[in-house]
Each structure stands twice: as C-alpha cells, then as structure tokens.
C-alpha cells in the first residue's frame, strides 16, 4: 500500500488535532501513515511571549524525506491569508528535487486552521499550488465531500481545498466534532484516491514483468532450418519425406494444366452454329428455301418440277438449295412488233388529247 506523510506546522495545536482525524481516515482505507512536523524558525524567546505550548511529539522532517511517501497532506495555519514562514523556508529548500523532478507524479491535499470564518482557508491554498505545481505534484481537493460544509447553524471551518477549523485570534477555539468529521472523510477521499492509482501502477508492473519474463515463440524459422534439424536427427526419415513430397508437386501441376484447353476447344463449337442461323435468315425475301424432306410436301424435286399443292404450305415459287439457286427463270422473248408510222395530222392530235387530259386531272383535282 502507499504510503502518505502529514506535514504539519502547530503552534498552538490546533492543526495537529485536525492531522490526527485526517490519518484516522487514511487508515481506514488501509494507507501507511507518518505525520511529521517543519523545523520552528522562531526563537525560543518569542514563543514564550505568544505563550505557546509544547512542540507536539512528532518528528522534523528534511527535505529528502519527502522522496520515500508516495503522498502528502500538508496543514498550514495561516499567516494573513498566506502560508506561515516555517512552511515558505521549508518548501523553497525543494530546489534540488524540482530540478531532479523526484516530487513528479506525487499526490498533494490540503488542511487550514485560522483565526476567523473567513480568515483565507481559500487564498492559503492558492500560495501552495505554485509550489505544487512546480514540483509536478496533482493537487487533491476535497470538493464538497461533507454536509457539515453545508452547515450554517454554527461556525464550521473548511473549504472546498480541505478540511479546516477555526480558533480565534487568541486560540481559545478548539477544533468541534464537525470540524474533525470533514478531516476523516478528506482522509477517506485522498486515500481512495492514491490506492487506487498505485493498484494500476502495480497491476501494469506485474504484466511488463510477465511479457519479460514469458518466452518468444517465433513462428517466421525458415523451412530450410526445419528440414536440416531433421536431417541431423534423422537423415533416412528426412530424405524419405523431402522424396515423397517432390512427387506429388510435379503430379498436381500437370493436371490442372490439362484441364484448360479441354474448356478452351468448346468455345469454337459454339461460335460455328452462329454463321449458321445468319445465313438462313439473310435470305432474299424474294426467295424461299425447300424445307427438309421430312415436313415438306414436296417430292423428289430433282425428277420433277411440278410442286403438289399443300393445305399448310403453298409457296408461290420454289427455289432449290443455296448451292443451286439461280435466278428467277428467264421470261420468253416475245417478237418484237414494229410499231405503224404515225401521221402528222395523227402526232397533232395525240398532243391535243394529252393536254385536255392535264387539264381534266387539275379540274378534278
């Protein structure tokens, strides 16, 4: 499990009581907790005029040790609406780590303790994000995880960047029972999140370990390596198998190749019957073709010319086949008969009827 540090600074308490009901919930969820405190920069002189108490019973923290947590949660009372000087010094000595970038990745929270209600539980916060965000810490806030942030009915500290209590300006104030409940649940919250982010850090190490760890099995080992591992294991078996094999691939080939050329003769068989339905159907009009014996009702055409008369078929001419046709039968000559010479008188008068009978066509017309 991760594990988180409370950084405190308590002059008169107020926050360390907060930090022990902040690490009540982080416990709860399981989380290893360490509460430390920043070194005091005031003298032991001035303390005794602010009256202040003891320090708590909690060791000092460096600014290596922030490289062993996973998480911190910082409490801060406020300085004028701005984090104490204790806390100024001890976070700009993280130099070192800013520029080894060892804080990066870190989750980050927030608490407060002021004088008054409105004493800067909110603007506190805003001087530490800029260290945090330099750092490349994520800032956790508490958001309104609690009713009692809701509550009216009586002063209640905290804010929606943490839990917070409120103790007056001479820390007569002690932190109430609502107060403290804010800071375990802001604990709950912050330890939910950090487990679960650390479950997935450890979940993702677990299966690059397991792809490291796991043998390759390659697939892509040449055929040529295969056969010589089992010429050395076995040469009268390999060369058994490597004879038997170069057969049955000579064999395959040739047969499929035998089978495209019987595919290929059928395609002129079906082109020949095409020429012959063109020619039975570019016949001249004119002319008709004698049908098979077998439905015609014609006799032996070759011994007679005479055609019986049919029922179904009477062709008005008859024609032998393609290969015999000939034209049509020449038409007897017919002496030719000189016609009688005609007279002038006659010439006249033939030329007069020939225009009485234009004019008698347009008349009718």
């Not at 804010?182 to 604990?187: C, E, M, N, P, W």
Request: some cysteine; aromatic content about 6%; proline content about 7%.
């Amino acid at each position: 499990m991760p594990t988180v540090y409370i950084i405190i600074y308590s002059l008169y308490h107020h926050i360390y009581k907060v930090a022990k009901s902040v690490q009540k919930g982080l416990e709860s969820q399981g989380v290893t907790v360490k509460i430390y405190q920043v070194a005091e920069t005031l003298k032991d002189d001035v303390l005794e005029k602010l009256h202040a108490p003891a320090k708590p019973d909690v060791p000092v923290i460096t600014v290596d040790d922030l490289t062993h947590a996973d998480g911190f949660l910082f409490g801060i009372p406020t300085r004028f609406g701005t984090l104490p000087a204790q806390f100024k010094t001890f976070l700009d000595a993280t130099g070192g780590l800013w520029a080894s970038n060892a804080l990066a990745g870190k989750f980050v929270g927030t608490f407060f303790s002021t004088a008054s209600q409105n004493g800067g539980q909110d603007t506190t916060a805003f001087t530490l994000i800029p260290y945090f965000t330099h750092l490349g810490m994520m800032y956790v806030s508490l958001g309104a995880g609690h009713i009692n942030l809701f509550d009216n009915s009586e002063v209640v500290g905290g804010s929606p960047f943490g839990a917070g209590t409120v103790a007056n300006g001479d820390g007569s104030r002690e932190p109430t029972e609502k107060e403290l409940a804010i800071a375990v649940t802001q604990g709950e919250n912050y330890a939910k999140i950090i487990t679960t982010y650390h479950r997935g850090l450890e979940r993702q190490e677990t299966e690059n370990k397991l792809k490291n760890d796991s043998p390759v099995v390659s697939n892509t080992q040449p055929i040529t390596e295969e056969r010589s591992m089992q010429q050395e294991q076995d040469p009268v078996t390999a060369q058994q198998e490597s004879s038997s094999e170069v057969p049955v691939q000579v064999v395959e080939v040739p047969a499929q190749a035998v089978e495209a050329p019987a595919q290929a003769v059928e395609a002129p068989a079906q082109a020949v019957e095409v020429p012959a339905q063109e020619i039975t159907d570019t016949v001249h009009p004119t002319e008709h073709v004698v049908r098979p014996a077998e439905t015609s009702p014609i006799q032996d055409i070759s011994t007679t010319d005479e055609i019986r008369p049919s029922d179904e078929f009477q062709p008005a001419k008859v024609e032998k086949l393609p290969s015999e046709v000939t034209s049509q039968p020449p038409i007897a000559e017919e002496p030719v008969q000189e016609k009688p010479a005609v007279k002038a008188g006659e010439k006249k008068d033939r030329k007069l009827e020939k225009k009485e009978k234009k004019h008698k066509k347009c008349f009718c017309m």
